[in-house]
T-cell receptor, first 115, second 116 residues
Framework: EPEVTQTPSHQVTQMGQEVILRCVPI?????FYWYRQILGQKVEFLVSFYNNEISEKSEIFDDQFSVERPDGSNFTLKIRSTKLEDSAMYFCASSEATGTNYEQYFGPGTRLTVT | AQTVTQSQPEMSVQEAETVTLSCTYD???????LFWYKQPPSRQMILVIRQEAYKQQNATENRFSVNFQKAAKSFSLKISDSQLGDAAMYFC?????????????FGGGTRLMVKP
């Protein structure tokens, strides 16, 4: 069964460094998402992406975040200058389309630790 | 803004018994979707069941069913004949049918433990 994959599974970085989290969505999916989950807290929406544009973003997704689909398969989340509070699990998701019958499939997540 | 609340941080159930997980939400929208996701220790979230707000009939998927009370803004998940593999975090989620971004708003989660 097709699945969303994410790399790396765990990333450790120093405060102020740039990180890029990578995701490979399911191949025929057109909508892509990033969510994050700070340890012990809710899963929070960051951004959705369709047709090479951001469809929606949350207040968390400020200028230090950006997303890109650099080629036909990858979808990346870049954090320009990491802060301690960026430490979290980051989940990528994708869906074929919108509507109830098109569920969002989640990847296994990347654990980001900022020291 | 929509909010989703899960008032039970932890629940436990005996294997083969039935358990109900609670979820309430707040919205001013009339058209939306509700979901229950399961997050096992492997951490990949899996969709368990979904409900369209315009449908009065409660959704069922094998051992999983929901009790959707639109007026009360309540969306509980019932797991029948609980199995050890049901042990996981369960998240209730809301998605607007009106917004383009398809964003999911999650509750805080309920950790379900299944006792053999």
């Amino acid at each position: 069964e097709p699945e969303v994959t994410q790399t790396p599974s765990h990333q450790v970085t120093q405060m102020g460094q740039e990180v890029i989290l990578r995701c490979v969505p399911i191949s025929n999916h057109l909508y892509f998402y990033w969510y994050r989950q700070i340890l012990g807290q809710k899963v929070e929406f960051l951004v959705s992406f369709y047709n090479n544009e951001i469809s929606e973003k949350s207040e968390i997704f400020d200028d230090q975040f950006s997303v890109e689909r650099p080629d036909g398969s990858n979808f990346t989340l870049k954090i320009r200058s990491t802060k301690l509070e960026d430490s979290a699990m980051y989940f990528c998701a994708s869906s074929e389309a919108t509507g109830t019958n098109y569920e969002q499939y989640f990847g296994p997540g990347t654990r980001l630790t900022v020291t | 803004a929509q909010t989703v609340t899960q008032s039970q941080p932890e629940m436990s159930v005996q294997e083969a018994e039935t358990v109900t997980l609670s979820c309430t939400y707040d919205t001013s929208e009339s058209d939306y979707y509700l979901f229950w996701y399961k997050q096992p220790p492997s951490r990949q979230m899996i969709l368990v069941i979904r409900q369209e707000a315009y449908k009065q009939q409660n959704a069922t998927e094998n051992r999983f069913s929901v009790n959707f009370q639109k007026a009360a803004k309540s969306f509980s998940l019932k797991i029948s004949d609980s199995q050890l593999g049901d042990a996981a975090m369960y998240f209730c989620a809301y998605r607007s049918a009106l917004r383009a971004g398809n964003m999911l708003t999650f509750g805080g989660g309920t950790r379900l433990m299944v006792k053999p």
